[in-house]
């Protein structure tokens, strides 16, 4: 990103410039000191709350309530443990362990396939039925709520993770198709060729060449649906109401803060906050560049 | 070829395009139907009443008041984020000292940019609960920090007087760090000679940032401003979990009105549908707004 740092510093070519050089070198210093400063600043505001749900997390609830900024007076893990088996965390992780995966398998297997197919092959219909897709892109999800809520129970799928799975993967389809249609048309159309050529089948050229060659965009998509996925409330919450057993980890967050109202027990929430942001900081910091990418190709296409 | 493309295209088209059609596609048409009818609940019957929702929306003061927040947060969200986040990316990309007039990042515009972009990869779930917990009057972080500095501070999301600007602040918040990624991946494909040639001609930074950053960057300000947009008109997920409209309605966003009319303690479906049908048609129409607004000849450096 500073692809700028080898710049070459202008020659000092007339002495006339000697002139104008020293107000701009104390802009420059007085720029700097500022950026730090509200650069700094910016990053506080970003990681305080960050690091107060950590610490609090290993608080007793006295502490708590007594210093919100004081440290706590040792590593209470028993707190993180009542959150992750007291108020079913870590079931509520697994499950949504298990969606998320289902899902996003669903999202990128259809997405490239049908992706695949605007991208590369003359059909009747092709316009009409992409356009189809992408339409979908304009559609606030809360205008289907009540429709799909009945879909849904008329399918037998309500309070299930394959109902969750199934519209997940469903609402993701607009963008990952946009998004790897474009994709696939940026590929050389001379390999596909060669292979057809060679007597390679349709079927085959699509998972042993295609495929692999679209994996640069596969991983952004992928990465773009498991965060959309992980994150998702609004859906489970009106297809998953019921059964609390199987609810996805966003609802038992939501569960906790409202019992933590009445029951005072903070420790136990900052904890399971703390549980829930712990993995996505990890795999954040390993893969940062590719989440990164990931998330801001869909806008930068 | 051993054998057509068809049995190909059938089967890659037929999953991709059920799944859409059954879970997507005829939700929405029938949400305009629905949107016509007087449904009440599970099985009562739905009878059509005509636009008679529509003509009763008008007069709902509650939707009303959940519109004119939307329209605060649409009025500001996106300018304070946007101008927020080309401002740290101005800083990232170009705030560095080295050479005499050279363009370069401040030192540690890695770790800068890393930590901005966290929240953006938190669940919006974690973030409207933990600030709800900033937020807290009595062992929040930022009422025990205001009065240990002696000053008296207000209730936060209890007072109508400041909810709305708490729950504001936190949309912001979560989002400026995703767009000073974005600007500053578009401020690094500038070619540097450009900045080169402005700065030879003796620009200052600001008309640097105004003249040439923006005007070039002008594509991406634009999306972002249409995604921004239509994140200013939901904001379900955070005013449900962080006031659920409260106190008096005065945190109310047209999402959480919905929500509540459909599966809150009522069951209105033909109501909620239409006040989905207007969310659409809102949706649709900022989108097409802000495209046509922002509006500019496309300059080309490459």
Same mark, same amino acid.
């Given at each position: 990103?500073?692809?700028?740092?080898?710049?070459?510093?202008?020659?000092?070519?007339?002495?006339?410039?000697?002139?104008?050089?020293?107000?701009?070198?104390?802009?420059?210093?007085?720029?700097?000191?500022?950026?730090?400063?509200?650069?700094?600043?910016?990053?506080?505001?970003?990681?305080?709350?960050?690091?107060?749900?950590?610490?609090?997390?290993?608080?007793?609830?006295?502490?708590?309530?007594?210093?919100?900024?004081?440290?706590?007076?040792?590593?209470?893990?028993?707190?993180?443990?009542?959150?992750?088996?007291?108020?079913?965390?870590?079931?509520?992780?697994?499950?949504?362990?298990?969606?998320?995966?289902?899902?996003?398998?669903?999202?990128?297997?259809?997405?490239?396939?049908?992706?695949?197919?605007?991208?590369?092959?003359?059909?009747?219909?092709?316009?009409?039925?992409?356009?189809?897709?992408?339409?979908?892109?304009?559609?606030?999800?809360?205008?289907?709520?009540?429709?799909?809520?009945?879909?849904?129970?008329?399918?037998?799928?309500?309070?299930?993770?394959?109902?969750?799975?199934?519209?997940?993967?469903?609402?993701?389809?607009?963008?990952?198709?946009?998004?790897?249609?474009?994709?696939?048309?940026?590929?050389?159309?001379?390999?596909?060729?060669?292979?057809?050529?060679?007597?390679?089948?349709?079927?085959?050229?699509?998972?042993?060449? =295609?495929?692999? =060659?679209?994996?640069?965009?596969?991983?952004?998509?992928?990465?773009?649906?498991?965060?959309?996925?992980?994150?998702?409330?609004?859906?489970?919450?009106?297809?998953?109401?019921?059964?609390?057993?199987?609810?996805?980890?966003?609802?038992?967050?939501?569960?906790?803060?409202?019992?933590?109202?009445?029951?005072?027990?903070?420790?136990?929430?900052?904890?399971?906050?703390?549980?829930?942001?712990?993995?996505?900081?990890?795999?954040?910091?390993?893969?940062?560049?590719?989440?990164?990418?990931?998330?801001?190709?869909?806008?930068?296409? | 070829?051993?054998?057509?493309?068809?049995?190909?295209?059938?089967?890659?088209?037929?999953?991709?395009?059920?799944?859409?059609?059954?879970?997507?596609?005829?939700?929405?048409?029938?949400?305009?139907?629905?949107?016509?009818?007087?449904?009440?609940?599970?099985?009562? /019957?739905?009878?059509?009443?005509?636009?008679?929702?529509?003509?009763?929306?008008?007069?709902?003061?509650?939707?009303?008041?959940?519109?004119?927040?939307?329209?605060?947060?649409?009025?500001?969200?996106?300018?304070?984020?946007?101008?927020?986040?080309?401002?740290?990316?101005?800083?990232?990309?170009?705030?560095?000292?080295?050479?005499?007039?050279?363009?370069?990042?401040?030192?540690?515009?890695?770790?800068?940019?890393?930590?901005?972009?966290?929240?953006?990869?938190?669940?919006?779930?974690?973030?409207?609960?933990?600030?709800?917990?900033?937020?807290?009057?009595?062992?929040?972080?930022?009422?025990?920090?205001?009065?240990?500095?002696?000053?008296?501070?207000?209730?936060?999301?209890?007072?109508?007087?400041?909810?709305?600007?708490?729950?504001?602040?936190?949309?912001?918040?979560?989002?400026?760090?995703?767009?000073?990624?974005?600007?500053?991946?578009?401020?690094?494909?500038?070619?540097? /000679?450009?900045?080169?040639?402005?700065?030879?001609?003796?620009?200052?930074?600001?008309?640097?940032?105004?003249?040439?950053?923006?005007?070039?960057?002008?594509?991406?300000?634009?999306?972002?401003?249409?995604?921004?947009?239509?994140?200013?008109?939901?904001?379900?997920?955070?005013?449900?979990?962080?006031?659920?409209?409260?106190?008096?309605?005065?945190?109310?966003?047209?999402?959480?009105?919905?929500?509540?009319?459909?599966?809150?303690?009522?069951?209105?479906?033909?109501?909620?549908?239409?006040?989905?049908?207007?969310?659409?048609?809102?949706?649709?129409?900022?989108?097409?707004?802000?495209?046509?607004?922002?509006?500019?000849?496309?300059? /080309?450096?490459?």
């Amino acid at each position: 990103m500073t692809t700028l740092d080898n710049l070459a510093p202008p020659a000092p070519a007339a002495p006339a410039t000697a002139r104008a050089d020293a107000p701009i070198r104390r802009e420059l210093g007085v720029v700097n000191v500022l950026s730090h400063g509200f650069l700094l600043f910016w990053g506080a505001v970003t990681v305080l709350p960050l690091l107060w749900m950590v610490i609090s997390s290993f608080k007793s609830n006295a502490e708590i309530l007594a210093d919100p900024w004081g440290l706590p007076g040792a590593l209470r893990f028993d707190n993180w443990a009542r959150a992750w088996t007291g108020a079913h965390i870590g079931q509520y992780f697994l499950n949504s362990l298990v969606v998320v995966t289902g899902s996003v398998t669903l999202t990128m297997l259809t997405g490239a396939t049908a992706a695949y197919v605007f991208a590369r092959y003359e059909f009747r219909g092709r316009q009409l039925l992409y356009y189809l897709f992408v339409g979908g892109l304009m559609f606030p999800v809360f205008l289907a709520l009540v429709p799909l809520f009945f879909v849904v129970r008329n399918a037998g799928l309500f309070n299930t993770w394959t109902g969750l799975i199934l519209v997940y993967a469903a609402y993701s389809l607009p963008f990952t198709v946009f998004f790897l249609t474009a994709f696939f048309r940026t590929l050389p159309t001379s390999v596909a060729e060669a292979a057809l050529v060679d007597g390679c089948g349709h079927f085959r050229l699509f998972f042993q060449v =295609m495929l692999p =060659m679209a994996r640069p965009g596969m991983i952004s998509l992928g990465i773009f649906n498991f965060l959309n996925h992980w994150n998702q409330f609004l859906l489970p919450q009106v297809l998953m109401q019921g059964d609390e057993s199987k609810w996805v980890l966003a609802q038992g967050l939501a569960a906790l803060s409202v019992d933590q109202g009445y029951a005072g027990d903070y420790a136990q929430l900052f904890a399971g906050l703390t549980i829930a942001v712990v993995p996505v900081l990890l795999v954040y910091v390993a893969f940062q560049r590719q989440v990164q990418s990931g998330l801001t190709a869909g806008q930068l296409k | 070829m051993k054998h057509g493309k068809y049995p190909l295209i059938a089967t890659f088209l037929v999953p991709p395009v059920l799944l859409y059609v059954v879970f997507v596609v005829s939700p929405y048409l029938q949400a305009f139907q629905i949107s016509t009818t007087d449904w009440l609940g599970y099985s009562a /019957e739905a009878n059509p009443v005509g636009l008679a929702n529509f003509k009763a929306l008008w007069h709902d003061d509650y939707v009303w008041n959940a519109l004119k927040n939307n329209a605060i947060l649409l009025a500001l969200v996106p300018v304070l984020t946007i101008v927020l986040g080309l401002f740290f990316a101005t800083m990232l990309n170009m705030g560095g000292r080295k050479g005499r007039a050279g363009v370069t990042g401040v030192r540690g515009s890695a770790v800068y940019r890393t930590v901005y972009f966290f929240p953006q990869v938190l669940s919006v779930v974690i973030i409207a609960l933990l600030w709800k917990e900033v937020y807290h009057p009595s062992k929040g972080l930022l009422t025990s920090a205001m009065n240990a500095v002696g000053l008296s501070a207000p209730t936060w999301l209890g007072d109508p007087r400041t909810a709305f600007w708490c729950v504001l602040a936190v949309m912001i918040w979560s989002n400026v760090g995703f767009y000073v990624v974005l600007f500053g991946a578009a401020m690094a494909s500038v070619p540097k /000679e450009i900045y080169e040639a402005v700065m030879l001609d003796g620009a200052s930074r600001l008309t640097t940032l105004w003249k040439v950053t923006i005007p070039l960057l002008w594509d991406t300000v634009q999306v972002a401003w249409v995604y921004l947009a239509i994140f200013a008109l939901d904001g379900f997920i955070l005013v449900q979990l962080m006031t659920n409209g409260a106190p008096n309605f005065s945190t109310d966003v047209i999402g959480v009105r919905m929500y509540d009319t459909a599966f809150g303690t009522e069951t209105k479906f033909g109501y909620a549908s239409a006040i989905g049908v207007v969310m659409f048609f809102l949706t649709l129409s900022v989108a097409v707004l802000a495209l046509r607004m922002g509006k500019r000849d496309r300059i /080309e450096y490459s």
